[in-house]
């Protein structure tokens, strides 16, 4: 059974950064979409970024172009988010999600994934 386990988030003032972790054990395929979606209060849980662990193609949303980066270090088993410039906005609760690749992109849609962590809290303070 995929097990994914989270690090990292907390709060910050608005323009500040913070990094996100997470590992990811038990999988039987190494050829894994992983990454990051948010649910902030009263709002559907949304894709914020996610990346392929063979090749480490990495796909964002329109929200987070610039501000945030994915990346991946097959050696730990670890996916991590840069998050950059922060804002209000992006004040969240964050889960690590991941899935075996079934086609050659990795999606931003919540049913694509069925593997889930039990979620960060980042605040954005003004």
């Known amino acids: 059974q995929v097990q994914l386990v989270e690090s990292g988030g907390g709060s910050v003032q608005a323009g500040g950064s913070l990094t996100l972790s997470c590992a990811v054990f038990g999988y039987t395929d190494s050829n894994l979409c992983m990454g990051w979606f948010r649910e902030a209060p009263g709002k559907e849980r949304e894709g914020v970024a996610v990346?392929?662990?063979?090749?480490?193609?990495?796909y964002y949303a329109d929200s987070v172009v610039g501000r945030f980066t994915i990346s991946e270090d097959g050696a730990k088993n670890t996916v991590y988010l840069r998050m950059n410039s922060l804002r209000p906005e992006d004040t969240a609760m964050y889960y690590c999600a991941a899935d075996y690749r079934k086609a050659y992109t990795c999606g931003l849609r919540r049913d694509d994934y069925n593997y889930w962590g039990q979620g960060t809290q980042v605040t954005v303070s003004t």
């Open positions: 990346i392929t662990t063979i090749g480490g193609t990495s």
